[in-house]
T-cell receptor
Framework: QQNVQQSPESLIVPEGARTSLNCTFSDSASQYFWWYRQHSGKAPKALMSIFSNGEKEEGRFTIHLNKASLHFSLHIRDSQPSDSALYLCAVGPNYNVLYFGSGTKLTVEP | NTKITQSPRYLILGRANKSLECEQHLGHNAMYWYKQSAEKPPELMFLYNLKQLIRNETVPSRFIPECPDSSKLLLHISAVDPEDSAVYFC????????????FGHGTKLSVL
């Protein structure tokens, strides 16, 4: 079974900062890599995905993937208080069987 | 997200039987049950595609899923255990290959 780890567990940043969240996985055959965001008391919501090595940018969010190092990351530019949430990385070998990491709790202070 | 509705929102049970319901209005083919315990990530329980159960993770036998049609999903729970206290999310996706999951608001189950 896939082992997905996230770091840091929690993070506090000032408004406007650049934030970096990390995710490592154990199965080198993994094909699908997602970031989800879960605000307190709400359902998880997909942010973005990547499935080939490199970088993908959508607005203030950028994903980096390095399959050889079993690592991918999420970077948030110009962090906003509304970005405060639990960020979950998810990795999928095939089908839509996603294994979620334990999450990084992000707090953006005004 | 009113396009995936779950009922009930909250459930407090002793050792009873109960069914959770989910309906999606997105025209998706795949539907899921996820369990999220306190301070834990969501864990897949069951995955249906076109009404067929295609993934059944290691789940106690007291949890029985049912997919009466491609837009509805049920989770029957018999003789709940305190370890079952969690939020149960229903989710759907258009297909099953690297598709974005859309989650319902969840049912919070508290077992006395």
């Amino acid at each position: 079974q896939q082992n997905v780890q996230q770091s840091p567990e929690s993070l506090i940043v000032p408004e406007g900062a650049r934030t970096s969240l990390n995710c490592t996985f154990s199965d080198s055959a993994s094909q699908y890599f997602w970031w989800y965001r879960q605000h307190s008391g709400k359902a998880p919501k997909a942010l973005m995905s990547i499935f080939s090595n490199g970088e993908k940018e959508e607005g203030r969010f950028t994903i980096h993937l390095n399959k050889a190092s079993l690592h991918f990351s999420l970077h948030i530019r110009d962090s906003q208080p509304s970005d405060s949430a639990l960020y979950l990385c998810a990795v999928g070998p095939n089908y839509n069987v996603l294994y979620f990491g334990s999450g990084t709790k992000l707090t953006v202070e005004p | 997200n009113t396009k995936i509705t779950q009922s009930p929102r909250y459930l407090i049970l002793g050792r009873a039987n109960k069914s959770l319901e989910c309906e999606q209005h997105l025209g998706h083919n795949a539907m899921y049950w996820y369990k999220q315990s306190a301070e834990k990530p969501p864990e897949l329980m069951f995955l249906y595609n076109l009404k067929q159960l295609i993934r059944n993770e290691t789940v106690p036998s007291r949890f029985i899923p049912e997919c009466p049609d491609s837009s509805k999903l049920l989770l029957h729970i018999s003789a709940v255990d305190p370890e079952d206290s969690a939020v149960y999310f229903c989710a759907s996706s258009p297909g099953t290959i690297n598709e974005r999951l859309f989650f319902g608001h969840g049912t919070k189950l508290s077992v006395l």
